[in-house]
């Protein structure tokens, strides 16, 4: 099977569609490749779920490690479960897709995106997400698409489509922007601090972009002789909404406009009209038909009040600008913050409440030896900077299982670190791996962001040198029809109906994260653009709250944390410090009692709750990678004696030898009768051989006991000694 394949081009960068030819009983199946990457989408739809009241959509991103040419390391090699990288792709596949099936669809719909080749110029997440749009369409299945996604780069002033792992990590800007004919439909993005109208540009930019591979979705469909299927939404029994928007407008309504009550005191009065409903229908005659229809349908009451109350909610917010907690559209809930609420154990702590919303964020500070291993497809070996995001049931008053974390918890964590990334000091300043959790207290809406604001206090609480504080804001939105509502630090109600969950994130100076989903088909730039610029005023108010709780690092680490020097070495001499099979380093650490890690570059890092135990295995390394020079005088230690001679330390760690014909001007027949184990002696450099070694001499040189060392500058260490 040859297939069809289909071309568009951007900047010089190709990207193919080929259809027909792979997976021919999945429901769909595309091929679509960019460079040397290649991944395969296909999509399949299922029997539907009785009884169900969501959609069942699943979106799986598979990374096979032969894509890179790899075998997996661990027991088994075979890929096991997904790493977390590859969790945070099928998000980013749901997340435009999922708004695009219409609501009342109950089938089975799987979307499976595999890896099978990785250029590691070309990402393979954005054409995954592509991908899922033409595999849907070609599976037949009802959908409001098409939908494509592109990635937007910034390299000094330019924007840059789909640009490279390399040009990702040069650049300024990481965006992800994802649309349909209707408008931009998901955004993902971490930044370095840039403005908002960057921001809106490179969004505008890479809507554009999204244009031309709608196209290309519609013109495969066309030549392959398909029609769309649109969603038609089926003949709904009406006979319940009916009843309810008669009898319970009014309670309803009463009830959004106490604007006093609690969360936890309006839902039980929501629960209680529902349940007056339902008791009040169930004392209509048996041949009434919104009894019969509920009797069909047990679930049918349930939906049909929510869809009434966020009807309702909505109405009152556009009409009377009033949300249900009595704010202004663009009013944040009360703030409180607090640094060092926990003992100095852990290294750093913080609390942040917006609202209802309560996170702890703890942080940790680690050694170079701590970081994560990252064994996927990403060409980045590690990660030096980590977030943990968790949410128990008791956060929102339930009980379930705790289980593993989630791809929720997995996504959240995720988009808190990267907020933070771009503020973190450079490892040459600052060389700690950082591990920062957050654990959500309490939540209605925006634990994501209560995670940036808490993890900022507590990285200041452990004397992280953060280039500046970052604070987050959600922002939603209510539209219907012409009308349009954007709402500040949205709660969780106003999230559960509204059309839109935006996440902002940033410093005073610019953005560091974002991230929108849509509950609808798109929407325009301009409204986009609105909602940025909105969240602004809200992003800096938040700042000046967590500011008056720590304004700047602690001046000195936690006693619990490890205390880090760091310097460099000359690369070549990587080898001398570790030594045959380890012993010389393996013997500095026993002696000194530190942690050493040494990277490739020739940066050596030692960790050590001892100042002075750090500073002196620093002076052993020092000396091992001090180049000596013919002439030069030291004076050390007499270390062990030899029948032909005496070793001397004249450095740390760095050992020349003394021939016994050297010893003196005089014959000498025995070394002992010159030197013993731990005299101190002064000497001159007389040779140093082929193979390194260091030749001494005695000869010429007067014993007056002064230290003559030649050291290099000593380097001022990265994180206080104590």
Not at 126 to 135: E, F, H, K
Request: glycine content about 10%; some cysteine.
């Amino acid at each position: 099977m040859q297939g069809q394949t289909t071309s568009v081009s951007f900047d010089g960068r190709e990207i193919r569609l080929t259809t027909g030819r792979y997976a021919p009983q999945a429901g769909g199946s595309v091929l679509i490749e960019c460079g040397d990457t290649a991944v395969l989408v296909t999509a399949t739809q299922g029997q539907g779920r009785e009884g169900a009241d969501f959609l069942p959509l699943s979106c799986d991103y598979e990374e096979r490690l032969y894509a890179a040419g790899r075998i997996p390391g661990s027991f088994m090699r075979r890929e096991g479960r997904p790493p977390e990288r590859a969790t945070l792709i099928s998000r980013l596949i749901d997340r435009p897709l999922r708004p695009l099936f219409p609501n009342w669809m109950r089938d089975d719909i799987q979307v499976v995106a595999t890896c099978l080749s990785l250029d590691e110029r070309v990402p393979a997440d954005i054409l995954a997400v592509t991908g899922s749009s033409m595999a849907t369409l070609l599976a037949g299945i009802p959908f409001y698409g098409p939908m494509a996604a592109v990635r937007v780069g910034l390299l000094g002033d330019d924007f840059v489509l789909n640009p490279s792992f390399r040009e990702i990590e040069r650049g300024d800007l990481d965006l992800v922007v994802a649309g349909t004919p209707d408008g931009v439909v998901m955004v993902e993005a971490g930044s370095n601090q840039l403005t908002e109208q960057d921001v809106i540009e490179a969004i505008d930019f890479g809507y554009e972009a999204v244009n031309e591979l709608i196209k290309a979705q519609e013109s495969i469909l066309k030549d392959s002789g398909l029609t769309q299927i649109k969603p038609e939404k089926p003949d709904l029994d009406e006979t319940v909404p009916s009843y309810l928007e008669k009898n319970c407008t009014k309670p309803i309504s009463a009830l959004l406009k106490e604007f006093d009550l609690s969360k936890e005191d309006r839902d039980l009065k929501l629960d209680e009209i529902k349940t007056n409903c339902a008791e009040k229908i169930d004392s209509l005659k048996d041949d009434n038909a919104v009894k019969k229809s509920i009797t069909t349908n047990t679930k049918l009451l349930g939906i049909s009040f929510k869809a009434l109350t966020k009807k309702l909610m909505r109405e009152q917010i556009i009409k009377d600008g009033k949300r249900v907690d009595g704010r202004a559209l663009d009013e944040v809930r009360e703030i409180s913050a607090e640094a060092g609420i926990l003992p100095k154990r852990v290294h750093g702590s913080g609390l942040f409440q917006r609202g209802l919303t309560q996170v702890l964020s703890t942080a940790t500070l680690g050694t170079p030896s701590d970081a994560q291993e990252m064994d996927d497809l990403n060409p980045s070996p590690d990660k030096t900077y980590i977030h943990h995001y968790n949410f128990p049931p008791y956060s929102v008053g339930e009980t379930r299982p705790m289980r593993t974390p989630g791809r929720r918890e997995v996504g959240h964590g995720a988009l808190a670190e990267r907020a933070i990334i771009p503020v973190l000091p450079p490892k040459e300043s600052f060389p700690y791996v950082l591990r920062v959790v957050s654990e959500v207290l309490s939540s209605n809406g925006s634990t994501s962001m209560g995670s940036v604001c808490g993890s900022t206090i507590a990285l200041l609480d452990a004397g992280v040198p953060l280039k500046a504080p970052v604070s987050g804001a959600a922002m939603g939105l209510i539209k219907e029809g012409e009308e349009v509502r954007i709402l500040t630090d949205i709660q969780g109600i106003e999230d559960f109906l509204g059309d839109m969950d935006f996440k902002v994130a940033g410093t005073e100076k610019g953005i560091t994260a974002l991230q929108m989903d849509m509950k609808m088909t798109g929407l325009p730039i301009k409204i986009i653009g609105e909602a940025i610029n909105q969240a602004k005023p809200a992003r800096t108010h938040i700042l000046e709250k967590m500011v008056q709780a720590i304004d700047k690092p602690r001046e000195t680490l936690s006693p619990h944390a490890p205390r880090l020097l760091s310097f460099r070495i000359d690369p070549e001499l990587i080898r001398t410090v570790i030594g045959p099979g380890g012993r010389t380093i393996k013997g500095i650490t026993e002696r000194t009692n530190t942690k050493i890690d040494i990277e490739d570059g020739g940066i050596v890092t030692i960790a050590s709750h001892d100042g002075v135990a750090a500073e002196e295995a620093q002076k052993i390394i020092e000396g091992l990678t001090r180049k000596v020079h013919e002439g030069e005088v030291f004076t050390g230690s007499i270390t062990r004696i030899i029948p032909i001679g005496a070793f001397v330390e004249i450095l740390p760690g760095k050992e020349g030898m003394i021939h016994i014909s050297q010893l003196s001007e005089a014959r000498v027949e025995k070394v002992e009768d010159v030197v013993k184990v731990g005299d101190e002696v002064t000497v001159r450099v007389r040779e140093i051989d082929n193979r390194g070694r260091i030749n001494l001499t005695l000869r010429g040189i007067p014993q007056n006991g002064d230290m003559q060392y030649y050291p290099q500058p000593t380097p001022t260490p990265v994180a206080p000694l104590m």
